[in-house]
């Protein structure tokens, strides 16, 4: 069992940068892929970002490249997304979630944090 705890969202305003955290505990997390999903108000979730189990990949969402970077620390069990340049239109709850091979299917993922808000104001 892989449990995740998200943190860092808020309220912010358009072009404004935010970085998410994703505390883990439980199993290795070194041996899991991380990645972020997010749901807006009305919206299915969708993929954002991930990062393979040992960093040497990461895969981004189109609507985010260039503006968001995902990355971990295997030695604090964290991971991180930093988002850049927001706008409105990122607003959503944003999720982490691990499993075992870097995927931007939600079904590839076992283990899921319970998401943090972020808003972006016009």
């Known amino acids: 069992q892989v449990h995740l705890l998200e943190s860092g969202g808020g309220l912010v305003q358009t072009g404004d940068s935010v970085r998410l955290s994703c505390a883990a505990s439980g199993r290795t997390f070194s041996n899991y892929a991380m990645t972020w999903f997010r749901q807006a108000p009305g919206k299915e979730r969708e993929f954002v970002a991930g990062?393979?189990?040992?960093?040497?990949?990461?895969y981004y969402a189109d609507s985010v490249k260039g503006r968001f970077t995902v990355s971990r620390d295997d030695a604090k069990n964290t991971a991180y997304l930093q988002m850049n340049s927001l706008t409105p239109e990122d607003t959503a709850v944003y999720y982490c979630?691990?499993?075992?091979?870097?995927?931007?299917?939600?079904?590839?993922?076992?283990?899921w944090g319970q998401g943090t808000q972020v808003t972006v104001s016009s």
């Open positions: 990062i393979s189990w040992n960093g040497g990949l990461t």
């Open positions: 979630a691990a499993g075992d091979q870097l995927s931007d299917s939600e079904g590839r993922y076992a283990y």
